[in-house]
């Protein structure tokens, strides 16, 4: 067997080189050491401990009874065979700002400089996690019987396990596998392990074991008879009161798309989830099927069929979920060959006229929209397949606008065709100005044509709303003759009474607010009876 001599002899610093032509540069240069020749090993700890936030500072420190002038400190990366070192004379290592890269097991080494091969064995190993890598879970109390009373660590995010750390404790966190249950990630520690204290709560990745999650909002209990108090200590310092307690009702969030839900395939568009300021977590989902997102917004650099259909979106503060949005139906539109749209008499109408748009197309469509710019309704009134007449009774200037016209099949709802030809409809005489495109930023439901249902008119078929508005007007008109009715009888029937008195009372109060003939002064007797001058009965 190699002696010990032999060992030390071959230690040192190698390098390689290759010859073809001419030699190669040198490799970079191995170093080979050999470790526990010193016996006294070191001691490793840090400060100010071993979970650091992402960004912030921690320092390692080496000791050693006995007095290394140097000092290695080495981070295992997760290979057997790859090791990372730092050199330092002092034994103090400050690792600033801590990176993801940081995290992982280190060891440190002592070792004479006049001896730079021969090294002590190692320290013990020292774990040190880098928190905030991940959004943070949440603490739910499990209020049963006082045997079965947890605390469980949730999120809607993927994790394979939650820690469970307690304020001043020198030990590890507890450790539990998670386990997927009612759409969130979970796992339940016994009560009995946590009385007393303060408690947070990280998510890690069997992948990255030292990549941590945000801690969760911290909760303190405290032993008060059989049911433990709980506080949750919140940004503010506010404190809610014993388990269970409950805010009021999450308000639904909108959805809309940006800059349309009418999306032309190949072109982008921008699904956002608005809700309350100080969300946890936002959920978009797309409706029948399984796909979803934990996020607010939604890129889609490239409209494909795949993406046509209803979306909507929640969001969670704390443990509790908001109700869902009111359902965004994105249209990818271009999908089929464009219809035609015209305008019977004609594009140019005068006001309270009549036009009828008909949408027509040569494929077996039994649905159509008519979409105008600038409004957020579309008009609709189909009559039969392959066409829709959409007529606009008593015409004024706020139809004026340019006019398109889509149209897909029942069952496929959100595949349309491409865009008609625009329309400009004219009001003649009209002294207001066709409708623009808005300039201000657009509604949860911005401009989007709904669903039309084209079947043969029947006796039984549904009144349309042109037909309704139709019906609504005349409504109107009727009531306002009636008004007019009225004041046209009062009128003639105060003509009628006035027939009645003399003609010089009736020609004396035409012209009582002219100045009156010069004529002597008589005594005010008071007793005129209130009657006009130079009237009598």
């Not at 190698?14 to 170093?31: A, G, I, K, R, V």
């Not at 946890?280 to 917004?297: F, G, I, P």
């Not at 625009?422 to 439901?445: D, K, M, N, W, Y």
């Amino acid at each position: 067997m190699p002696s010990i001599l032999t060992h030390l002899v071959c230690l040192g610093f190698y390098t390689c080189q290759y010859e073809m032509l001419n030699w190669s540069q040198p490799s970079d240069p191995l170093e080979l050491v050999v470790t526990g020749v010193l016996p006294d090993q070191p001691s490793l700890s840090v400060h100010p401990g071993p979970r650091v936030p992402l960004g912030g500072n921690v320092t390692l420190l080496c000791h050693s009874p006995t007095s290394y002038d140097t000092f290695v400190l080495s981070r295992d990366v997760g290979r057997a065979s790859s090791m990372e070192y730092i050199k330092q004379s002092l034994g103090v290592f400050l690792l600033s700002p801590v990176s993801q890269a940081r995290g992982g097991t280190y060891r440190c080494y002592g070792f004479h400089s006049g001896f730079p091969y021969e090294w002590s064995a190692p320290s013990g190993s020292l774990e040190v996690t880098v928190t905030g890598v991940y959004k943070k879970p949440h603490i739910l109390v499990r209020r049963a019987p006082p045997k079965n009373r947890s605390l469980t660590c949730v999120s809607s995010s993927w994790f394979d396990a939650f820690h469970l750390s307690r304020e001043g404790d020198a030990g590890p966190p507890l450790h539990l596998r998670s386990k997927y249950q009612a759409g969130v990630f979970q796992a339940s520690f016994p009560m009995s392990l946590a009385h007393g204290g303060t408690y947070r709560c990280y998510g890690a990745l069997s992948t990255a074991s030292y990549l941590w999650s945000s801690p969760s909002d911290p909760v303190v209990l405290e032993d008060r008879g059989p049911v433990p108090w709980i506080y949750l200590r919140l940004g503010l310092g506010l404190c809610l009161g014993q388990a269970g307690a409950q805010g009021g009702p999450l308000p639904k969030p909108s959805l809309q798309a940006l800059p349309s839900p009418l999306v032309p395939l190949e072109k982008s568009v921008t699904i956002r989830c608005q809700g309350p300021p100080g969300v946890d977590l936002y959920r978009l989902e797309k409706l029948r099927s399984s796909k979803y997102e934990d996020q607010a917004t939604l890129f889609i650099p490239a409209m494909k069929r795949s993406f046509a259909g209803s979306y909507r979106c929640s969001y969670q503060n704390g443990s509790h979920w908001s109700p869902p949005s009111d359902q965004l139906k994105l249209v990818a539109t271009g999908v089929y060959q464009k219809p035609s749209l015209s305008a019977q008499p004609g594009p140019a109408v005068s006001p309270g006229g009549d036009v009828t748009l008909h949408c027509q197309t040569p494929l077996s469509f039994d649905q159509f929209a008519l979409y105008k710019e600038g409004d957020a309704e579309p008009y609709k009134n189909p009559e039969r397949w392959y066409r829709a007449s959409f007529p606009i009774i008593t015409v004024t200037a706020a139809h004026s606008g340019t006019y398109r016209c889509y149209s897909f099949s029942s069952g496929s709802p959100y595949l349309w065709s491409a865009p008609s030809d625009p329309l400009e409809l004219v009001v003649t005489g009209a002294s207001v100005t066709p409708s623009q495109p808005p300039t201000g930023p657009p509604s949860s439901i911005p401009d989007t044509p709904r669903n039309i249902t084209v079947s043969p008119r029947g006796p039984g078929a549904p009144i349309g709303p042109a037909h309704q508005r139709y019906i609504e007007g005349n409504l109107v008109r009727m009531g306002l003759g009636a008004v007019i009715l009225v004041l046209l009888a009062g009128l003639l029937a105060e003509d009628w009474h006035s027939r009645k008195r003399p003609l010089t009372c009736r020609v004396r109060a035409v012209h009582r607010p002219l100045p009156p003939l010069p004529q002597a002064r008589r005594p005010h007797t008071g007793q005129d009876g209130g009657q006009p001058d130079g009237c009598s009965h």
